[in-house]
């Protein structure tokens, strides 16, 4: 097993503020993974994505992609799915120049279809998506559908591994606050572990941050902001515990108010429990 350990985006102590600043930077303090942030949209041309991976390949640093927000496969207006698949696919080429293994991505909003004809909606735009980009040569990249962290939005842990096990180059990307958040604190790490072994991931992508939420009903929340680790809204030991039992390789990326930061000290805590990062 291995574990990935970085920050979503350019990392706060980062000296340099570009991608390939960042990369350096994150050898320099002892990360190995990044999420390369296109939330906003995607700025960073072919050319530069191709050269960080380079850089990122000689660094030893495992890179992800994250899509712009700007997303929502089950949109009733036709043009607004266009759109959004054109933003993931915008974002998947990128993710395939600079060898990054997945892109993830919101997949919409319930708005006021059903939950049924919103996870047909879903598949449907994720079949189409793998079928581009099977065309296109990026069919290794694999597209992650996050959990998410709001009662209107599509993305409850049992609805994205339904969509991963049925549209193949579809994989889970669990956001452990969102699921703290939409459950209005109740998070136990093993039941999730357990309801992610049918997909048999050879590897886990991940996000990890505290989170404040406001209560909706009951067990049922929605995020507002995220803390710092320190937080313990999750907490992270029991996390760091549930992975080294199970020796899950995975990927954490750090979405706390302190990036980079927090990534150290969930490195610190994996230390404090046995684990050797090579």
């Not at 708005?111 to 793998?130: A, M, N, P």
Request: charge should be neutral; charged fraction near 30%.
């Amino acid at each position: 097993m291995k574990i990935f350990l970085g920050p979503a985006g350019i990392p706060l102590g980062a000296p340099e503020k570009s991608t390939l600043g960042a990369l350096r930077y994150l050898a320099e303090v002892g990360l190995n993974a990044m999420e390369v942030q296109f939330v906003r949209g995607v700025a960073m041309s072919p050319e530069m994505a191709e050269e960080v991976g380079k850089e990122a390949e000689g660094l030893g640093i495992r890179l992800s992609v994250h899509c712009p927000y700007f997303v929502n496969l089950c949109s009733p207006e036709p043009e607004k799915v266009r759109a959004s698949e054109k933003r993931i696919l915008q974002s998947v080429e990128r993710a395939s120049r600079m060898g990054a293994g997945v892109a993830t991505f919101h997949p919409g909003f319930y708005g006021r279809l059903g939950r049924e004809e919103t996870l047909r909606r879903v598949k449907e735009g994720c079949s189409r998506l793998r079928g581009e980009m099977r065309k296109k040569g990026w069919g290794e990249v694999k597209l992650g559908l996050e959990t998410m962290g709001k009662q209107g939005s599509f993305g409850t842990l049992e609805e994205v591994v339904e969509v991963c096990g049925e549209v193949e180059g579809c994989i889970p990307v669990v956001d452990w606050a969102h699921l703290y958040a939409r459950a209005a604190g109740r998070l136990d790490y093993a039941e999730v572990f357990e309801a992610l072994k049918g997909l048999e991931l050879k590897h886990l992508h991940t996000h990890f941050t505290g989170v404040e939420f406001s209560v909706v009903g009951e067990g049922r929340g929605n995020e507002k902001h995220h803390l710092e680790l320190s937080s313990g809204k999750p907490p992270f030991e029991p996390l760091a515990r549930e992975i080294l039992r199970r020796k899950v390789e995975i990927t954490l990326i750090s979405e706390s108010p302190v990036l980079e930061q927090d990534s150290l000290r969930m490195k610190e805590i994996f230390r404090s429990l046995g684990y050797r990062f090579s």
